[in-house]
């Protein structure tokens, strides 16, 4: 692997295996430059969503970058106020316009809000057909989620989005994607920095004398997840990018595993609370 590794999705599309998150990243010139840091330093997808309010700064950023449009892999979302099938349909069409794009590589319905879960990615399929995206995708979406999905859609969701990280390693649900032909991507995959003190992990970190971090992605990457740490630092950006000159074990990768709390620290998509 590396750095301009892809996953091949179930379209035949490539999707890199790393890429930058830009949750909260609200200041404009700190986004740019957090992006154009990344996209210098050879990362070629960025994940953003409507809820963050940067789809304009994505945009902006890419446009000014030397990185050809098609040689990018840009995803953003459908926030929870605006799904169903007509409201998920125009809120894209209002993502594309603040990214100031022809079409998005992939576009997520960001949760799956009860009775109208289904209906959102109805109109994402139908974004597909338009070939407005070039791939299908949802978020935070259970095994039961998927299978509601699954019994009614036309073409499968190729992406889900997910928490996940060595206290959540998720792997029922990821077992289940695999066999549909569904790229698990984490979102937080340093479980929002909480297990980069994990006696385990510095220990084995001070093994491979490589950063707690790069051990937490590498091992991801060795699960066959997609990964999209965010930062803002360009440092930390560049960091995040090291992750191909060292392959972690087999037994290293099981006692990772073992970590597993089925621990969150984000919300729980069953019990997640829908303020509208």
């Known amino acids: ?47 953003t969503a409507a809820l963050y309010y940067n789809e304009e700064e994505v945009g902006e950023a890419i446009r000014h970058s030397s990185v050809p449009r098609e040689d990018l892999f840009v995803t953003t979302k459908v926030w929870n ?45 139908r974004l597909y057909d338009e070939k407005l995206i070039r791939v299908t995708g949802v978020s935070n979406h259970h095994e039961h989620h998927l299978k509601t999905i699954l019994a009614t859609c036309n073409v499968a969701p190729m992406v889900n989005q997910i928490e996940a990280h060595p206290y959540l390693t998720q792997e029922p649900l990821r077992a289940f ?23 385990t ?10 950063s707690p971090a790069q051990i937490i992605l590498r091992w991801h990457l060795q699960n066959d997840v997609i990964i999209i740490p965010k930062s803002v630092t360009a440092s930390r950006i560049k960091e995040n990018s090291e992750l191909y000159h060292f392959e972690l074990t087999n037994e290293t990768m099981q006692q990772l595993n073992a970590l597993n709390r089925n621990e969150r620290f984000g919300q729980n998509p069953d019990n997640f609370k829908f303020d509208f």
């Open 1 to 47: 692997m590396n750095l301009h590794s892809t996953k091949k999705l179930a379209n035949g599309a490539e999707m890199p295996y790393l890429g930058l998150g830009v949750y909260k990243m609200t200041d404009r010139d700190e986004t740019l430059e957090a992006i154009e840091a990344a996209l210098d330093l050879g990362y070629r997808a960025i994940d």
């Open 81 to 125: 106020s605006d799904q169903g099938y007509d409201n998920t349909l125009r809120a894209f069409e209002t993502s594309l316009k603040k990214l100031e794009m022809d079409y998005v590589d992939l576009y997520l319905t960001h949760w799956p809000v009860e009775h109208k879960y289904v209906d959102t990615y109805r109109a994402i399929e």
């Open 177 to 199: 994607c695999e066999q549909h032909q569904i790229a698990v991507t984490a979102w937080s995959p340093l479980g929002r920095g909480k297990v980069l003190n994990d006696e």
């Open 201 to 210: 992990i510095i220990r084995i970190a001070d093994e491979y004398n490589v």
